[in-house]
């Protein structure tokens, strides 16, 4: 289980505006087998095809699978009109963006991350108590 951050703060204040920039953003996106499987059915693939087509890796020290997004093409389940084409059955690891344990570890990480993210601190926003932060985060790896 990941470990939980001391949270500080009564909460954190997100809206999410559907802009998909957190989806062009390099990087990895981990899941588990179920989750694979779930993504692979929602498509109509089986999963050894879903594993092709999106170059689905096994990430030992992770101990999950993983697309390889750091080209800085975006997450290529992401469709051209900037949906999420598995959005009924994406990872948690999308799920609980914006509140990841390095995101809630003081302020800097979530800082930066507004570059991109219009959502965070959006006042139009909903504040996220503290209580329900520490149960999002205890629950933020997939299966
Ligand atoms: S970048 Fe932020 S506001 Fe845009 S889709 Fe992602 S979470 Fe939502
Ligand atoms: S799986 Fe969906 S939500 Fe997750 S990064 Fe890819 S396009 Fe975005």
């Given at each position: 289980m990941?470990k ?12 999410c505006t559907?802009?998909?920039n ?9 899941f588990?087998?179920e989750?694979?499987k779930?993504?692979a ?5 089986s ?9 689905v ?10 697309i390889?997004?750091?080209?800085g ?6 469709t ?8 009924e ?15 809630m570890e ?6 930066e ?19 329900e932060l520490?149960?999002i985060?205890?629950?933020?790896r997939?299966?």
């Amino acid at each position: 289980m990941a470990k939980l951050p001391v949270l500080e703060e009564e909460g954190r204040r997100f809206g999410c505006t559907q802009c998909g920039n957190c989806c062009v953003q390099p990087g990895y996106v981990f899941f588990g087998l179920e989750e694979l499987k779930g993504m692979a059915t929602h498509l109509g693939l089986s999963v050894i095809r879903f594993k092709q087509r999106y170059n689905v890796s096994w990430e030992a020290a992770e101990r999950r699978y993983a697309i390889d997004a750091t080209d800085g093409n975006g997450c290529p389940l992401l469709t051209e009109d900037r949906r999420c084409s598995v959005h009924e059955k994406k990872p948690v690891q999308c799920q609980t963006f914006p509140f990841w344990s390095e995101m809630m570890e003081g302020r800097a990480v979530w800082d930066e991350a507004k570059k991109f993210c219009p959502g965070l601190d959006a006042p139009k926003g909903r504040l996220y108590p503290m209580a329900e932060l520490a149960e999002i985060l205890r629950g933020d790896r997939g299966t």
